[in-house]
C-alpha cells in the first residue's frame, strides 16, 4: 500500500494467532457514517472489536473560534444532519443565555414544535436505514416518502430541505409562512398512517424479532457507566430524559410521556423509537394548538437586524445593520452549558466567551462519540451478523461523533 | 470507407447506450449529503428510471463512483484505495459542495476537494444538493458516457467524427 | 442541596468555587482530582460521566484548563470541574478507572490539546490519524495548516 493506514489498532499485536481479525471498513454500506470496526473473530463470534471514529473529523471547534456567533450556525446546522434544528437551537440558547435574552413566546413554542418535528424525521430515518441494512426494503421506502414530506415542507419555511440554519440569536430567521401549518397536520396524518404500516410489518415479524430480540443487551449501570444517553439509555428501563428532568423551552407546558424499555437489546431500542415518534406527533399537535402570536424574534439591538424599510431610512438603523454583519454580535465573557434532549441523547454546548465578537472555545458535546465509546462492549460475545443491527440501532450520525 | 465510418460511430453509440444506462454505483457516503442521497434514490425521486438504481458496495462490481459528503485527511488513503480498486471503466461523481471542493470547511482536517487525489468527471454543486440536481447530473454524465469514443481500428483514431 | 453538601464535605480538595448560570463549578488542582472523583461518584451519585476538555490560555501561565462535566441522576443536577495544568507539565489524572466512556473522549482531548491523561494506557489519536502532528485545537495551530497523507496529483 503506498500510505500507511490512518489508524492503529491495538488488535494488531494482542489478537490471538487462531482467531481472524477482519475489517469492517470505514466505507461500508451501512448508510450511517464512517465507522471502522476492527473485529477479531472466533468462527462467526466476535470476541474483541476496536471501534475507530473520526473519518469526518471537520474541524467544528477550530472553526468556531475563527468566526463570528451568526456565521457558526451553519457550521451547527452539519453536526446531527438528521436533526439539524436541534443543535441550532441549544447553540443559540446558549449564547442567548450568555448575553442574557429571553426569547419571545411565540419563538419558544415553535423552537419546540420545530425540535419535535425534526425528531421524528430523526428517529423515522433511523428506524429506516437500519431495517434496510437487515433486508426490509419496505420499511425505507415508506419512511423515505414521508421524510422527503417533511424536508419539503422544511424547506418551504426555511429555504433548505437538510441544513436548514434557521435560527437567529434571539429568534428565529423568518416567520411562519401562510398554510404552513395546515400542510404539517396533512403530513402527521400521512405519517401515522405510514407508521401504523411499519408497525403491522416489523412489531411481530418472525424475522426481526429474532435478528433484534436479546442482542447488543445492556443494564442501566452498564449503559451510564459507558455513559449512554438518549433512546439507548431509556430502552434499558431508566426513564431519563432531559424534557421531563431539566425542561427548557415550552417542554413544561406540554403533556407527554417518556417510553421506557425492557431489555436494552435492539429490539427496545427499535421500539422506544417508534413510541418517541407517536409522543412528538401529540406534541406538535400540542404546540400548534398553544402557539401565541406576536414577533418572532426578540427586539434587542445587540442581536436582531433591524427592519429593513428602516435600514433603508434611517442611519442608527443602517449603522446597526452594518455592524451587526460586519463585526458580528459582541457576547460578554464567560462559559455557559446547555444541554437538549437531542434525539440521540444528550447533546451539550460548552460556550466560553472572551467577550469580543467570537468564540473563544465551542466545544460539543455529542451523544454519537460517546456511545461510540461504548459500542464494543454490544458487539462482543454477539455474532458477526448483528454488528449491522446494532450499529443501525446507536443511531449513529457521523457529523456528531466526529464533529 | 463511410460504410466503415458509419459502422464505427453507431458501434460506439452502442457502447455509450448500454454503458450509461447500466450505471452501478458505488456510494461512498461519508456525510449530510448522504441524506440526499438516500432521498434520491427512494421514491419521489427516482434513480432507478435512469439505470442507476442498484448501489454495489463493493468497488470491484460498480462503476460509478459517487463521492457524497465531505472527504477527510483521513479518509483520503481510504478514497484512493476504493478509486484503485474499481475496473474499467469507472467515472466519478463529486456529490456536494465539500467533495467538489471541500465546502466552507477551509482548515486541518477536510480535503479540498476529492479532485485532488482522483480524476473527477461530474461535480454536482449544493449543501447538499437538491435531488433534481442530482438527477441532472445523472443525466449529463450519461451525455457523456454515450459521446465517448471506443476507437479500435487506427483510422477511428486518426480521423474522429463526431456525432 | 446537593451542592452545599458538595462544598462542604468537599472542602479540603478543591480552591475556589462558583456558580455558572446554575450550574456549581469547583476549580482545583491536579492531584486532588482523582481523590474528588471518586468521592463524587461514590457518595453523591454523579454517575454519568459527560465531557473532559480543555481550553487553551496562550497568555496565562498555566497555560491549560481541563473542563469535566458530570451528571448526577438521583439529584439532578450537574457539576463543572476545572483543573489548571501548566504548559510544560501536562498531566492529570486519568478516569479510566471509575468511567467507561473516559476512554474516547481522553483520547481526544490528548490528541487535541496535548493534555497527558495518566493511566490512560490507550491515547491513540481518535478523531486526527497517525502521523499528524501536533495538537489542532491549540491557539498556535494555524487553521488551514494541512497535513495530507495521500500526494496530491497533477
Known amino acids: 500500500m503506498e500510505h500507511p493506514p490512518p489508524i492503529r489498532s491495538f488488535l494488531d499485536k494482542t489478537a490471538d494467532p487462531d482467531n481472524v481479525v477482519i475489517n469492517i471498513g470505514p466505507s461500508h454500506p451501512a448508510t450511517h457514517g464512517t465507522i471502522q470496526i476492527v473485529a477479531e473473530l472466533d468462527g462467526e463470534t466476535v470476541k474483541r472489536a476496536d471501534v475507530h471514529c473520526g473519518y469526518l473529523h471537520r474541524g467544528f471547534e477550530k472553526e468556531s473560534e475563527n468566526q463570528t456567533y451568526h456565521k457558526v450556525i451553519p457550521y451547527t446546522d452539519r453536526l446531527n444532519y438528521c436533526s439539524a434544528l436541534n443543535n441550532n437551537f441549544v447553540y443559540a440558547e446558549a449564547v442567548e443565555k450568555l448575553l442574557g435574552i429571553t426569547i419571545t413566546p411565540r419563538c419558544r413554542v415553535l423552537r419546540t414544535l420545530l425540535c419535535e418535528y425534526n425528531r421524528i424525521a430523526d428517529h423515522i430515518t433511523c428506524v429506516a436505514a437500519s431495517v434496510m441494512e437487515m433486508g426490509g426494503m419496505t420499511a425505507f421506502l415508506y419512511m423515505m416518502t414521508v421524510r422527503d414530506y417533511i424536508f419539503e415542507h422544511l424547506n418551504h419555511l426555511t429555504g433548505a430541505r437538510l441544513t436548514y440554519s434557521y435560527v437567529r440569536i434571539g429568534g428565529l430567521a423568518r416567520d411562519l409562512p401562510d398554510g404552513w401549518l395546515a400542510r404539517l397536520e396533512e403530513i402527521l396524518q400521512f405519517a401515522e398512517r405510514y407508521l401504523e404500516r411499519i408497525h403491522g410489518m416489523l412489531d411481530r415479524n418472525r424475522i426481526f424479532i429474532d435478528r433484534t430480540r436479546n442482542v447488543a443487551k445492556m443494564t442501566t449501570e452498564h449503559a451510564l457507566y459507558w455513559g449512554f444517553t438518549g433512546p439507548t439509555l431509556r430502552s434499558t428501563g431508566l426513564a431519563m430524559d432531559l424534557r421531563k428532568d431539566a425542561p427548557y423551552l415550552a417542554y413544561p407546558e406540554l403533556d407527554f410521556e417518556v417510553p421506557v424499555g425492557i431489555n436494552g437489546d435492539n429490539y427496545d431500542r427499535y421500539y422506544v423509537r417508534m413510541r418517541e415518534v407517536d409522543e412528538s406527533i401529540s406534541m406538535v399537535r400540542q404546540c400548534v394548538r398553544m402557539l401565541p402570536g406576536g414577533p418572532v424574534s426578540v427586539d434587542d439591538p445587540r442581536v436582531t437586524l433591524p427592519e429593513k424599510e428602516r435600514v433603508y431610512t434611517e442611519i442608527e438603523a443602517l449603522i446597526t445593520h452594518f455592524k451587526l454583519i460586519m463585526e458580528g454580535i459582541r457576547v460578554p465573557a464567560g462559559e455557559v452549558y446547555v444541554a437538549h434532549e437531542a434525539p440521540n441523547g444528550e447533546l451539550g454546548f460548552y460556550l466560553v466567551s472572551d467577550g469580543s465578537a467570537r468564540p473563544y472555545k465551542l466545544h460539543v458535546r455529542s451523544p454519537s462519540f460517546v456511545h461510540m465509546g461504548g459500542m464494543h462492549t454490544l458487539l462482543e460475545g454477539y455474532q458477526v451478523a448483528d454488528v449491522v443491527p446494532t450499529f443501525g440501532s446507536m443511531n449513529m450520525v457521523g457529523g456528531e461523533c466526529d464533529r | 470507407m463511410a460504410m466503415m465510418e458509419y459502422m464505427t460511430t453507431k458501434k460506439d453509440e452502442l457502447v455509450g447506450w448500454i454503458r450509461k444506462f447500466s450505471l452501478f454505483p458505488y456510494p461512498f457516503v461519508t456525510a449530510c449529503c448522504g441524506m440526499e442521497f438516500m432521498a434520491v434514490s427512494s421514491t419521489l425521486y427516482d434513480t432507478d428510471r435512469f439505470g442507476a438504481a442498484l448501489p454495489r458496495f463493493t468497488p470491484r462490481q460498480s462503476d460509478l463512483l459517487m463521492v457524497v459528503g465531505t472527504v477527510s485527511h483521513k479518509e483520503a488513503p481510504i478514497l484512493k484505495r476504493v478509486y484503485d480498486q474499481m475496473c474499467e471503466p469507472k467515472w466519478v461523481m463529486a456529490f456536494g459542495a465539500c467533495a467538489t471542493s471541500g465546502g466552507f470547511y477551509r482548515n486541518y482536517a477536510v480535503l479540498q476537494g476529492i479532485d485532488k487525489i482522483i480524476p473527477v468527471d461530474i461535480y454536482v454543486p449544493g449543501c447538499p444538493p437538491r435531488p433534481e440536481s442530482v438527477i441532472d447530473a445523472i443525466m449529463m454524465l450519461q451525455d457523456k458516457i454515450s459521446r465517448e469514443r471506443h476507437p479500435i481500428f487506427p483510422f477511428e483514431e486518426q480521423q474522429p467524427v463526431k456525432t | ?154
Open chain 3, 1 to 154: 442541596m446537593v451542592y452545599e453538601a458538595v462544598i462542604r464535605e468537599l472542602g479540603g480538595l478543591y480552591d475556589r468555587t462558583w456558580d455558572s448560570f446554575g450550574m456549581l463549578v469547583l476549580e482545583l488542582r491536579a492531584e486532588n482530582l482523582f481523590a474528588l472523583v471518586s468521592r463524587l461518584r461514590d457518595e453523591f451519585g454523579f454517575r454519568l460521566f459527560l465531557d473532559v476538555t480543555a481550553i487553551d490560555y496562550p497568555q496565562r501561565s498555566p497555560r491549560f484548563d481541563v473542563v469535566y462535566h458530570f451528571y448526577s441522576r438521583d439529584h439532578n443536577r450537574r457539576i463543572r470541574l476545572k483543573v489548571p495544568v501548566p504548559e510544560d507539565r501536562p498531566e492529570v489524572a486519568s478516569l479510566v478507572s471509575l468511567y467507561g466512556s473516559a476512554r474516547f473522549m481522553e483520547r481526544e482531548a490528548h490528541e487535541m490539546y496535548g493534555i497527558e491523561f495518566t493511566g490512560n494506557a490507550d491515547l491513540r489519536p481518535i478523531l486526527l490519524y497517525e502521523g499528524f502532528v501536533g495538537h489542532p485545537l491549540r491557539k498556535d495551530y494555524p487553521m488551514e495548516m494541512e497535513q495530507p497523507i495521500v500526494t496530491y496529483r497533477k
